[in-house]
Antibody
Framework: QVQLVESGGSVVQPGRSLRLSCAAS????????MHWVRQTPGKGLEWVAL????????FYADSVKGRFTISRDNSKNTLYLEMNSLRAEDTAVYYC????????????WGQGTLVTVSS | QAGLTQPPSVSKGLRQTATLTCTGN????????VAWLQQLQGHPPKLLSY???NRPSGISERFSASRSGNTASLTITGLQPEDESDYYC???????????FGGGTKLTVL
């Protein structure tokens, strides 16, 4: 079955960097679009970034554009999110999620990894 | 980025029917359509419906979705205690080249 396991979340000081990973299994990773979505504890969902199945297209939320980079390694079935110049408002649980091209939906979700930006 | 509009809360009785709404515009809800997600307390979201009305395998027929113009709806029939959850709508916004979410509706089953 589809499994997505995020890792890399931690407590980090404002202005520092962090890289999140999402290990995928149970499906053909290279044929799925992949997303990062975040959720501030007790609040709603916020889309962060999307990468095409072959990495040819990437899209970002305005709130992270220029600071975050989404990437993937299809040979390792792994999705990444490089986060630079972190701010307090980036504190959230970060989920990776799949999208089948044409479904326009977040089909499967990982359990999430918590990023806390605090001095 | 502007989001979709959902009522913050809806309360209905056991075995009743709840209809949750999600309003956007021609660039998102009225475009490629809406997906609905359920998020139980302490769990990641789970897909309930996509492209306005399609239900993934394994999702109960008690959940049905529709769209009329720029407003999408999720109808849950025969409400059960386990339906008490947060529900989110989402859509691709072609003018923003970004995904947008609604603020979520907390459904309480009385």
């Amino acid at each position: 079955q589809v499994q997505l396991v995020e890792s890399g979340g931690s407590v980090v000081q404002p202005g520092r960097s962090l890289r999140l990973s999402c290990a995928a299994s149970g499906f053909t990773f290279s044929t799925y679009l992949m997303h990062w979505v975040r959720q501030t504890p007790g609040k709603g969902l916020e889309w962060v970034a999307l990468i095409w199945y072959d990495g040819s297209n990437r899209f970002y939320a305005d709130s992270v554009k220029g600071r975050f980079t989404i990437s993937r390694d299809n040979s390792k079935n792994t999705l990444y999110l490089e986060m630079n110049s972190l701010r307090a408002e980036d504190t959230a649980v970060y989920y990776c999620a799949t999208e089948i091209l044409g479904d326009y939906a977040f089909d499967y979700w990982g359990q999430g990894t918590l990023v806390t930006v605090s001095s | 980025q502007a989001g979709l509009t959902q009522p913050p809360s809806v309360s209905k009785g056991l075995r009743q029917t709840a209809t949750l709404t999600c309003t956007g515009n021609n660039n998102n809800v009225g475009n490629e359509g809406v997906a609905w997600l359920q998020q139980l307390q302490g769990h990641p979201p789970k897909l309930l419906s996509y492209r306005n009305k399609n239900r993934p395998s394994g999702i109960s027929e008690r959940f049905s979705a529709s769209r009329s113009g720029n407003t999408a709806s999720l109808t849950i029939t025969g409400l059960q205690p386990e339906d008490e959850s947060d529900y989110y709508c989402s859509a691709w916004d072609s003018s923003l080249s970004a995904w947008v979410f609604g603020g979520g509706t907390k459904l309480t089953v009385l």
